[in-house]
């Protein structure tokens, strides 16, 4: 096939994968959680906060709590995006009006990918803004030597763009699982096993360069570095560094996902 011919087939799958997407109730109400968890907790969080007790907090980071929690909800509707046609039998349909399977794989990671950039855009200048509005009432002033939190600011902006690229990354992640494994409870028990479990692990160990390894390399504590605006010379992974690691998570589940897409039936 020609690379006019590739553009026209994934031009068209995008479409397809689109129209199943946002025909399907459960999308909207995922990304209405996600954006309402998210800004909730943030919200909370910052509402709960205290200078001086906790005047030493990186407030940007404090601020962005909620993505914590609104990514299990980006986790679950990236699982459902490719698991729901096995459960229903679907993929055969799909497949046998998209014989390359792997453009349809792309298309899916395409949509799923611009649906939570702009819900993660939303949640993200969410929690941002209840930080804006509740952090100086606890204290977070200028006396205090803290500003009103601003994507003006360049740590903000990093940290405000990279949390929004996380849960982009944190979708690729799941749907690539999903692909591997089929099953909705298995990829889903998967995922939130290696974003939430992973880390309580490597709190748990006794080997401190151990300790620093699960910082460095679990998909969720390296990715989330890049929320830090503070003391980054002691973080165990720079911020940049951190969401390139979680990438090639994303990039290792979806070529897992890819391969087994390709060489298994449907």
């Known amino acids: ?34 954006v309402v968890l998210t800004i909730g907790v943030s919200a909370l969080t ?49 497949i046998a009006a998209m014989p390359r399977r792997l453009v349809m794989l792309v298309a899916k990671a395409m949509t799923v990918s611009v649906v939570v950039l702009v819900a993660g855009v939303v949640s993200v200048l969410g929690s941002l803004l209840a930080g804006r509005i509740f952090l100086p009432q606890n ?12 994507v003006y600011y360049g740590p903000t902006l990093r940290a405000a763009v990279g949390s929004v690229l996380y ?24 995922v939130l096993g290696l974003v939430y479990v992973v880390p309580i ?30 003391g980054l010379a002691k973080l165990p992974i720079g911020p940049w560094e951190g969401l390139a690691v979680l990438a090639a998570w994303a990039l290792v589940a979806m070529v897992a996902g890819g391969l087994a897409l390709r060489f298994r039936d449907a």
């Not at 962005?64 to 459960?87: D, F, H, I, K, R």
């Not at 099953?183 to 998967?190: F, L, P």
């Not at 709190?203 to 830090?228: D, V």
Request: net charge positive.
């Open 139 to 150: 204290g977070f002033t200028h006396p205090a030597n803290f500003v009103p939190l601003s």
């Open 46 to 94: 910052v509402e709960i906060v205290k200078c001086p007790a906790s005047c030493g907090a990186d407030t940007t980071k404090t601020s962005l709590t909620g993505v914590m929690l609104g990514q299990a909800m980006v986790a679950v509707l990236a699982v459902l995006v490719m698991t729901g046609e096995y459960s229903t039998g679907m993929i055969r349909t799909t």
């Open 201 to 230: 692990l490597g709190g748990l160990t006794l080997s401190p360069h151990w300790e620093r390894r699960f910082e460095r390399y679990a998909p969720t504590n390296a990715g989330l570095a890049i929320q830090a605006t503070k």
């Open 1 to 34: 096939m020609t690379r006019a011919g590739v553009i026209e087939a994934l031009s068209d799958a995008v479409r397809a994968e689109w129209i199943k997407l946002r025909t399907v109730r459960s999308t909207a109400l995922l990304l209405a959680l996600t």
């Open 167 to 190: 849960l982009a990354l944190i979708g690729l992640f799941s749907l690539g699982v999903a692909t591997a494994v089929r099953e909705s409870a298995v990829a889903i028990t998967v």
